[in-house]
């Protein structure tokens, strides 16, 4: 099948859904004020429905109250900022929810530490 990837660009709003045949030629723009509530609504309401959802994200995002009717993988980037756990340039003292329980949760560019959720 040519539709078993599809993919979502969502900030503080869900973006085009595009069918993933190849990976060159999807747009993926940021314009900040992430809410990933939006990515997983219009996910779940966009034919096919997912088997699985997947998330790149730096985590400053609020979620989703439920779990979704799907697997979840969330992509975690670190965030850096000028202060020590930083997340937020207008607050520097913001850290944000973590991802909830119900993700499988993998940290992207970070080093393992033998644990792991």
């Not at 959802?53 to 979620?63: A, K, N």
């Not at 979840?72 to 930083?86: A, D, I, N, Q, Y």
């Not at 560019?109 to 644990?115: A, L, N, W």
Request: glycine share 14%; proline share 14%; charged share 25%.
């Amino acid at each position: 099948r040519r539709d078993l990837v599809t993919v979502l660009p969502c900030d503080a709003s869900a973006r085009i859904v595009h069918p993933l045949c190849q990976g060159e030629g999807i747009p993926l723009m940021g314009g900040g004020g992430t809410d990933l509530r939006t990515g997983f609504a219009k996910a779940l309401r966009s034919p096919p429905r997912p088997d699985a959802i997947v998330v790149l994200t730096d985590g400053q995002t609020p979620w989703p109250t439920s779990r979704p009717p799907c697997r979840t993988v969330v992509g975690l980037f670190p965030r850096r900022g000028g202060k020590e756990g930083s997340w937020n340039e207008d607050d520097p003292d913001y850290v944000p929810d973590t991802p909830p329980a119900w993700a499988r949760v993998v940290e992207i560019g970070s080093v393992p530490s033998g644990g792991g959720r």
